[in-house]
Each structure stands twice: as structure tokens, then as C-alpha cells.
């Protein structure tokens, strides 16, 4: 038996059960946080008087922060545990929430957006690297349902955020009380999560420049991310200048692929064990870029929603495959692994939102959104590269 394993005393099932379900918190907790941060970046643009310009700025801050803690997180997991950086890295995460709306400059909301970047980078390998030891030692797969719960809290958190600013409650109090909850939720969970990983010596705990299959497995999870942002950040507005949906029914183009794919993260797991990750990615991808070049063809509202809803059911399970597959390459320990390619996947969401708009300015979103195709049929080329 192995570290992990033997440090869960005599009952090692009830351990990693309550584990798993710990785990499902703090990915939970991290989607939450998402959704209300998300909801709020026009409250923070306002309150700082910022251009579109410097909100941009302060946004690529976020993604900065993320990716350089991300060169450390290997390391500190192995360490010092997944639980304790999951712990340390969630409190600072719901601090720098609290707190976002409280500075009066630029320049004070910059380093507060880096280390909000930070901390959710470090919490979002630290999960992840826990959830892998955790499929390894059950009965059943679960990261794709882990994934399903971080869709879930990024819905809830959205709509949370919303009601309360419905109701006038003011930016400063929300965020806070939400901080305050989410950091007394990650503190309780992590009690539950598994107290070490197992070590192997052979293994490098510390940040590897991508190269190899780690690379190849960076660009897809960079594709897969410049999609699947594409899709969150112009769905909308497709269904609203190309299919001329009234504006109820353009909302719905976000709400089909974000549910669609939340729902399907939940199966995720029972179609993984039924069918091998490397045919798995590639009949999703391929479904994702048959539905979205439907959607984009017939120029109908109503295609439109059925294909997105398509698309999301493709993308559900990228991620979780992706990191899966980067656990099994030889030499790295599985928190360095989802480390390096989750730099690479960031530059994908980083550069994304850009990329689209820039083709859409030069041509049509209709074309841009042909980003989404190219994207799923390269996520399918490369699933015969995923390790097994």
C-alpha cells in the first residue's frame, strides 16, 4: 500500500469517500468564486472609473498571477500537502474577493488581481492533483464529476451574484459575505481531504517547461479553453447580430452550452469507464465541431440553441481528459504535471476573447466563431496522442 493509502487509518473507504466528497466542495467553492467574480467585473470597473482598456489590464493581471504560481505549484503541493495549499490558497483567494472593491486606484487593484489570479491558480492544481490520487484509489472515476461541480458553483455563484444586486445589496457587503462563506466552506472541507499524496521518486515534483507529450497536451488544453471562452464570452451576441433572436431568447445561447455541459460533466465518469479517453475525446470534439458549423451555417435561433447545446456536451469533458492523460506521462508527479499544462491551457483563455473579437472586426462573428470549429476537429486529431 502506498502513502496516500496507509495514511488513512483503518477505514481507508469511509477516507477517501468523505475525501471525494470534500473534494467536490472545493471545486464547488472554486466555481463559485468564478461566477461571482465574473458577475462583478463590471462592478469593479465602475468603482475604479475604469476604461475598457484598463479593465483589460486589470483582467490580464488575473491571468498573469495564474500562471506564474502555476510554476510553483508542483512543488508546493508535494511539499506541503494538496490540503494545506488547497486550505492556504483558498483563504487568500477569498480574501482578495472581499476585498476587490475596497482600493481607489489602479494601481491598488493590480496587485490585488495578481494575487486573486495566484491563489485561484494554486487552489485550481491542488484540486486537481487531489482529484486525480483520488480516481486512482476508488472503485470509479469521479474527476469528471469533480469538473461538474466546478460548472455548478460557477452557475450558482453567477446567479447568486445576480439576485443580490437585484436586490440593491451593496458590491462591498456581497463580496464580503460571500468571502466569508466560501473561506469557512474551503476550511471545512479541506479538514476532510486526504491528508498526503503518494511520493514516488522517480517522479519531478517541481514546474517542467512543456516539451513532448506535455506540450502537445498544453496546446490542446490551450484549444480547448480558447473555444470553450469563445463560446462564454460571444454565444450571446451571435444568437443577437446573426440569427436576430430577441434578446430573451439570445440569453438562452450561454445558458444551452453552460448547462448542457455542466450536465454532462456528471456522466462523464460512467461513459469514461465504458469507453477508452482517447476515443471518448475524439467522438466529442468531432460532435462539438459538427454541431457549431450547423449552428454557424443555418444562421436559425432555434439550430442555434440546439447546436450549442451540442457543443457544450463536446467540451464537457476536454479538461478533465486532458488532465487525466497528463498524470500518466513518466517522470512527473501528477500536481507538476496539471501545473504545466494548465500554463499552456491559460495562454488559450488569455488569448481567446482577442482573437475572436479581432476576426470578428475584420470579417463577421460568424466566421470568427469558426475558431470553435477548428478548435474541437485539432481536440480530435489529438486524441490518438493522449496517453493511456
Not at 459575505?177 to 514516488?200: D, K, T
Request: with cysteine; aromatic share 8%.
Amino acid at each position: 500500500m502506498n502513502a496516500a493509502v496507509l495514511a488513512l487509518g483503518r477505514n481507508p473507504a469511509a477516507r477517501l469517500r468523505a475525501a471525494r466528497w470534500a473534494t467536490r466542495m472545493q471545486f464547488l467553492a472554486l466555481g463559485f468564486s468564478a461566477g461571482v467574480w465574473g458577475v462583478h467585473i463590471p462592478t469593479v470597473k465602475a468603482h475604479y472609473g475604469l476604461s475598457e482598456g484598463t479593465l483589460s489590464i486589470a483582467l490580464l493581471a488575473v491571468a498573469v498571477g495564474a500562471v506564474m504560481c502555476l510554476s510553483w505549484a508542483g512543488r508546493l503541493v508535494s511539499r506541503f500537502s494538496a490540503r494545506l495549499v488547497v486550505l492556504v490558497a483558498g483563504l487568500v483567494l477569498c480574501a482578495a474577493l472581499a476585498l476587490v472593491v475596497h482600493g481607489t486606484t489602479l494601481l491598488a487593484l493590480l496587485p490585488l488581481m495578481w494575487i486573486f489570479g495566484g491563489a485561484s491558480g494554486l487552489f485550481d492544481v491542488s484540486i486537481n492533483a487531489e482529484g486525480t490520487v483520488l480516481e486512482e484509489h476508488s472503485d470509479k472515476k469521479v474527476m469528471s464529476n469533480f469538473h461538474g461541480m466546478f460548472s455548478v458553483g460557477g452557475m450558482s455563484g453567477a446567479g447568486v451574484g445576480a439576485l443580490l444586486i437585484a436586490a440593491d445589496v451593496p458590491p462591498a457587503w456581497q463580496l464580503a459575505g460571500l468571502g466569508v462563506l466560501l473561506a469557512a466552506l474551503i476550511a471545512c472541507a479541506s479538514v476532510f481531504m486526504l491528508p498526503v499524496h503518494p511520493q514516488h521518486p522517480e517522479h519531478r515534483s517541481g514546474y517542467r517547461l512543456p516539451r513532448g507529450t506535455l506540450a502537445l497536451l498544453g496546446m490542446l488544453a490551450a484549444v480547448g479553453l480558447l473555444a470553450e471562452g469563445a463560446m462564454y464570452d460571444w454565444s450571446v451576441l451571435y444568437m443577437q447580430t446573426q440569427t436576430a433572436a430577441p434578446p430573451a431568447l439570445a440569453a438562452l445561447g450561454y445558458a444551452s452550452f453552460s448547462a448542457a455541459m455542466a450536465a454532462t460533466r456528471f456522466t462523464g465518469d460512467a461513459l469514461r469507464t465504458r469507453v477508452s479517453a482517447r476515443r471518448l475525446l475524439a467522438a466529442s470534439t468531432l460532435l462539438a465541431a459538427v454541431a457549431m458549423a450547423a449552428a454557424l451555417l443555418a444562421r436559425n435561433p432555434v439550430v442555434a440553441l440546439i447546436g450549442f447545446a451540442l457543443v457544450g456536451i463536446g467540451f464537457a469533458n476536454v479538461v478533465p481528459i486532458l488532465f487525466i492523460g497528463a498524470t500518466k506521462v513518466p517522470g512527473v508527479s501528477p500536481a507538476a504535471a496539471i501545473a504545466t499544462v494548465s500554463s499552456v491551457g491559460y495562454l488559450g483563455f488569455v488569448l481567446g476573447p482577442p482573437l475572436v473579437g479581432s476576426i470578428a472586426h475584420a470579417m463577421s462573428l460568424g466566421w470568427a466563431l469558426g475558431v470553435v470549429v477548428i478548435g474541437a476537429l485539432l481536440l480530435a486529431w489529438g486524441a490518438r496522442r493522449l496517453p493511456t
